[in-house]
């Protein structure tokens, strides 16, 4: 990562380094001043975008005064989009040498690959790791793709287009004629095989031209214009050419051996098929991640859009996963069923930005007719609209708050920072499969290492004391509970979905407490009533006499500082038998909560059949924290990946509540004081 040296003057003379504000962002991070055009000094840096029609003037200032010349350029994993639709970069390349794709001449990245030993065992593990994420998220350098378009039938020989006139070809070693003579080549290396060749994202968005003729292809050559992801496509084709793309560099790390017809940066280190000669310079044999090392890590300058500094490369992975999702999920747009108005805001907000429309509807047959993915408030579910979405064809989509969801409760109004989409079931209903149980089995079989993000979380989680709602509050007294065990039962609201559908022979907070003091006759039992059901606002009130059956009662404690010392909880389906999980507190269920049946509590609830996989804590986190939710950042709006989602809910740094939701909730709380008026 760039940006710790001396800093330095950077001259430039390119408009876009003016009007470019991302960019201009990366470049003073990275230790620039930037002087827009100036005389600079033998000190001084000359910044030219790679070899752009306007280098030359920069290239001029640089030779004549000494100045030290900067090529920049985006970086390998750069956005949703090309720059030409509008996307800021996520790094830059900042190369004092050369360039990358200008192989007539040593660059900063030819001297790491040529150089750097490459051979900490750390910082190969951290290329491993990554390019896994990156194959896992199907990310690309223009990650707006999807991974559920089907590729071809397999067995096609897969040609990668580029845009005419790019710099790359001509400083490649190529010109346009290499294209052709890549399509002949691979028609003679595999007679009578198909042909596909994949077309440049922005040639398909309408601003470069490739170079191939849909009208004019030869039988058996297709063009693929999608927004296929390319490991879908590398994953069927028998093999892989390009003249200098970038797309030759992914294709390497799943599992080809691409045949180049230029010399892109990437050849001439045993990994590709080279029908050019390589320079001399390039003698090394490398592994796929002493590639990725010194190309991914190493090399660039990336940037974290949320924190506004400089990052590392995981941190851009973070970042690209969270967008990428968004943009798949939402880009053919929502219809919204049965949405109450206070949370159309944040609906809008984390559904409706990346690409498609997010329209309300009432009406089941109107919303599955509509032509769009329905989504639904998971609790406002019904057999009418599920019976509209399967004779329509249309995929319903459930929605609930994520398990890190907002400093308050949702009962006073305070917007989620997550929340959940569930195409199969919702994670509380555990008569039928949902999203997140999928997901925790496939966790459940994942190597260790790629476990360790989550597992960082979970300790950085912890560290900040951070719950489902943190809520606050005082630290529990508990003094009186020397020498006894504690156990920790938490109330629920008596008429949540998820005791409605979890819930096992214990359907109520009294029914609890009772058979929480069956359980440990001579614990310190401990019950804090839910939030909401204290404030009036829900069910779930517990008569006094068995409200007695408790060694203490505390609405008010700190959740996370009460789970730090307790022994045991015992819950019916509470969200907090799951924060006592990630803190290593022991759990008994009564009921069937998500984190149920994996073999990490001790359930004397009903087990559902489906649960069969056996994971680790870390991977039970790592898809209830991080692959099921989605997590929108209400500082740049954008969605974010889990560890911002943990600072902004530590600082509260965008969360205040709108005055309007403000008002609407204390209006709301004056009705819940006079609850004793119906509720007698």
């Not at 560099?249 to 390589?278: C, K, M, N, Q, S």
């Not at 069956?518 to 606002?537: I, R, T």
């Amino acid at each position: 990562m760039a940006g710790t040296g001396q800093r330095r003057r950077g001259y430039h003379y390119n408009a876009g380094f003016l009007t470019d504000a991302r960019l201009r962002r990366i470049l003073t991070l990275a230790g620039h001043d930037l002087r827009p055009f100036g005389r600079p000094g033998p000190e001084d840096d000359v910044l030219v975008w790679g070899h752009s029609p306007y280098a030359p003037r920069g290239e001029a200032v640089a030779k004549a005064t000494g100045a030290r010349l900067v090529r920049v350029e985006d970086a390998f994993l750069r956005s949703l989009h090309p720059g030409r639709s509008g996307d800021p970069p996520l790094g830059l390349i900042l190369d004092r040498q050369g360039i990358y794709f200008d192989a007539s001449a040593p660059s900063d990245l030819e001297t790491l690959l040529a150089t750097h030993p490459l051979d900490d065992t750390a910082l190969l593990d951290r290329a491993r790791d990554a390019l896994a994420r990156i194959a896992e998220a199907h990310l690309t350098k223009y990650a707006a793709v999807d991974p559920a378009l089907e590729p071809p039938a397999p067995g096609y020989v897969l040609l990668i287009d580029q845009t005419r006139g790019d710099a790359s070809i001509r400083l490649g070693g190529a010109n346009a004629d290499s294209f052709a003579e890549m399509l002949v080549t691979a028609q003679e290396d595999h007679p009578g095989a198909p042909i596909v060749i994949k077309t440049h994202p922005e040639t398909r968005a309408g601003h470069r031209p490739g170079h191939f003729d849909p009208a004019a292809l030869p039988p058996g050559v297709t063009l693929e214009d999608r927004p296929i992801a390319p490991r879908r496509l590398f994953e069927g084709a028998r093999a892989v050419y390009t003249v200098t793309s970038l797309l030759g560099f992914e294709a390497i790390f799943a599992g080809h051996r691409p045949v180049t017809l230029g010399l892109p940066f990437y050849a001439g280190w045993g990994l590709t098929d080279d029908r050019r000669l390589v320079p001399a310079r390039r003698q090394r044999r490398l592994s796929r991640a002493q590639l990725a090392a010194a190309a991914l890590i190493l090399h660039p300058t990336w940037y974290d859009p949320y924190r506004d500094r400089l990052c590392e490369l995981e941190d851009v992975i973070g970042a690209l996963e969270a967008q990428a999702r968004a943009w798949r999920q939402d880009r053919h747009g929502h219809v919204a069923v049965a949405m109450r108005s206070w949370k159309r805001r944040h609906l809008g907000a984390s559904f409706g930005r990346m690409g498609g429309r997010l329209r309300y509807e009432d009406d089941a047959q109107r919303a599955a007719a509509d032509g769009r993915p329905v989504m639904v408030w998971a609790g406002k579910e019904t057999e009418a609209l599920v019976t509209a979405c399967a004779q329509a064809k249309r995929p319903l989509h459930r929605v609930e708050d994520g398990f890190l969801r907002s400093r308050g409760l949702g009962a006073a109004l305070v917007r989620p920072l997550s929340l959940v989409l569930d195409d199969l079931g919702i994670y509380y209903d555990p008569s039928r499969e949902s999203r997140l149980d999928r997901l925790i089995a496939e966790a459940a079989a994942l190597a260790p290492k790629r476990l360790l993000r989550a597992e960082r979380l979970v300790a950085r989680l912890v560290a900040l004391g951070l719950t489902k709602y943190n809520l606050g509050g005082p630290a529990p007294d508990l003094s009186a509970a020397t020498g006894r065990r504690v156990v920790l039962v938490p109330g629920q609201v008596e008429d949540d979905a998820s005791i409605l559908r979890g819930a096992g022979a214990e359907r109520s907070n009294a029914a609890l407490l009772h058979r929480a003091r069956q359980l440990h006759p001579e614990a310190f039992l401990v019950y804090k009533p839910h939030p909401d059901v204290v404030a009036g606002l829900r069910r779930g009130a517990v008569p006094d006499d068995i409200l007695a059956l408790a060694d203490a009662v505390l609405p008010d404690a700190d959740t996370a500082a009460l789970l730090a010392h307790v022994d045991e909880v015992v819950t019916l389906t509470s969200a907090l038998g799951f924060e006592a999980l990630l803190r290593g507190v022991a759990v008994t269920t009564l009921g069937t909560p998500f984190y149920a049946g994996w073999g990490l509590t001790r359930d004397l609830g009903p087990r559902p059949s489906h649960r069969q996989a056996r994971p680790s804590l870390a991977a039970l986190a790592h898809a209830a924290l991080i692959t099921y939710p989605r997590y929108h950042d209400p500082v740049t709006g954008q969605p974010c990946p889990p560890e911002v989602a943990l600072d902004r809910l530590a600082s509260g740094e965008g969360l205040g509540q709108p005055p309007r939701l403000r008002a609407l909730a204390k209006l709301q709380g004056w009705f819940a004081g006079q609850s004793w008026l119906w509720r007698r």
